[in-house]
Each structure stands twice: as C-alpha cells, then as structure tokens.
C-alpha cells in the first residue's frame, strides 16, 4: 500500500489547541505553555478559523509591550490573521508537501467553514511511522 493511500484525515488532530480573540495573551501564553505547543488556532464563537498565534507572536507583543509601557491586550491584537487552511480530502503525502511548502508546522482543517482539527508535522510523522510497521 503506497502512502499515497494514507487518508490524511484519519491523522488529523481532533481536538487541537485553540484560543479565542478574546482570549488575553496572557491566557494564550498559559494555553500552550500547559499543552506544550508552540502555537494555537484561533476560532470564533462560530468555530470558524480566525487567525494563529504563535510563540514567536507572543513574544514579539511583549518586546513591543516592553518598549511601550503596555504589555498585554486580546490575541486578536496579536494574531497572524494570514491562515493557510486545508480541506479533509487529501492524502498524507499531499499535506507534508503542502506543510513544508508553506514552511508550517501546523495547519487547520475546515470542513463546510468550521474548523474540525489540525494536521502537523507530528501527525504526518506518526502516520508514516505506523505505515512503516505494517
């Protein structure tokens, strides 16, 4: 079986991180701290995909809080609204291509306008392993 065959959507992250808008970044921070992840989807209260937060953002909005007196504020201030989003109907090898040519560790999956998981390099990485003992 070729791993062209590997339906991507049986690896994809079900119940990924996620933070809200409103979410503080201090919130976000905590968020994937716990987790220990290095970024998180931002979702609407209508589970649609607004944006990602990173810990390079985070970081960034602190040395910027730290030169103007104001450290802080919703991840909305912060967040890269630019999301590269993938659909359910690929296979494992079209998502790593996808992945690595848009230079992404993670990329959230939307089926009809609402965000269902994710796939990242872990996924992809777990499903060739398990491919590889078969």
Known sequence: MPLTSIRAIDYM?????????????????????????SG???INERR?????I??????QAILKGTYHGEIGGPVSDY??????IIGTDMDILAVAEKLIKEK???MPVVQNGKFIGQYS??????AVKEFNLK
């Open 13 to 37: 992250t079900k119940n990924p991180v996620t933070v809200t808008p409103s979410n503080s970044l201090f919130e976000a921070i905590d968020i994937m701290i716990t987790a220990k992840v």
């Open 40 to 42: 998180a989807t931002v």
């Open 48 to 52: 649609e995909v607004v944006g990602v």
């Open 54 to 59: 990173s810990e390079i953002d985070c970081l």
């Open 79 to 84: 967040m890269s609204e630019e999301v590269d």
């Open 104 to 106: 992404r560790r993670r």
């Open 121 to 126: 390099i872990r996924s992809i990485l777990h």
